[in-house]
């Protein structure tokens, strides 16, 4: 099958922290006293962010359990995991890998997002560079030996700017796969997530997250040729799906 592109749908927002956030980074040292679990940050500036791949396998798992598309597979060891079916939503919107087979490239690109100036300017006053420790106890259900350990996460509150792209391909209605369709279910996806978790340690109170939806923008092909971007009305498509009361 040929892919054409016949326009890109550029979507940007924030992603607000209702509770601390944590996706792990990497312990660089094993300082005495320093924390447990650490969370990502940009090699160059020490700032915290959520990198795309993150927000994209949240959403697409979150999409996957809610479509029913989890289920027996044949990905080499693993007997219990998601569809391949390149007629599921998931696929459609996010590709598949199937080796030897055939591949269906992602339409979705989800793009690192990073702290907005005034998170920024605010985190910058916490005694943990842009983050809180958090202190958790693990109880031994043998002994009762109490084991502490910590764990950071950025603070609530800070809000974090993010850049989403959807690919619209040339033919698309023939080959069944609607623009409607596409959009519906990736924000039915980030409103999954709304009532869900992003990162880790989300079943003991983190990553409880706000997605506000402020712009989407439509370039065709021609605007990468000279031509004009046409800007999309929110409260209009509100009409058309239902489910942006939720994200904007």
Do not use: W
């Not at 350990?149 to 698309?172: T, Y």
């Amino acid at each position: 099958m040929t892919y054409k592109i016949k326009e890109k749908q550029v979507l940007k927002g924030s992603i607000i922290l209702l509770t601390g956030l944590h996706i792990g980074g990497t312990n660089n040292s094993l300082s005495i006293g320093g924390v447990d679990n650490s969370v990502v940050r940009h090699p160059v500036n020490n700032q915290p962010y959520i990198p795309g791949s993150s927000l994209k396998g949240k959403l697409r798992s979150l999409l996957e359990l809610a479509m029913g598309q989890i289920g027996n597979t044949s990905m080499g060891k693993v007997k219990n995991g998601p569809s391949e079916n390149s007629e599921n939503i998931s696929v459609k919107l996010f590709g598949n890998a199937n080796g030897e087979r055939s591949q269906i490239p992602s339409r979705v690109l989800v793009r690192d997002a990073y702290l907005d100036e005034d998170s920024i300017d605010e985190l910058d006053q916490t005694e943990a560079l842009f983050a809180e420790i958090k202190t958790e106890v693990v109880i031994d259900r043998i002994t009762s030996a109490a084991m502490p350990r910590q764990l950071e996460r950025v603070p609530a509150g800070a809000k974090f700017n993010f850049e989403m792209v959807l690919n619209i391909h040339e033919g698309d209605e023939i080959s069944s796969v609607h623009e409607y369709e596409l959009l519906s279910n990736l924000f039915a996806a980030m409103a999954l997530l709304q009532d869900d978790y992003l990162g880790g340690h989300g079943s003991r109170g983190s990553g409880q997250i706000k997605i506000q939806l402020q712009s989407i923008t439509k370039r065709s092909v021609k605007f990468y040729l000279g031509g004009e971007e046409e800007s999309v009305d929110l409260d209009a498509l509100k009409n058309k799906y239902a489910v942006l009361e939720q994200l904007v």
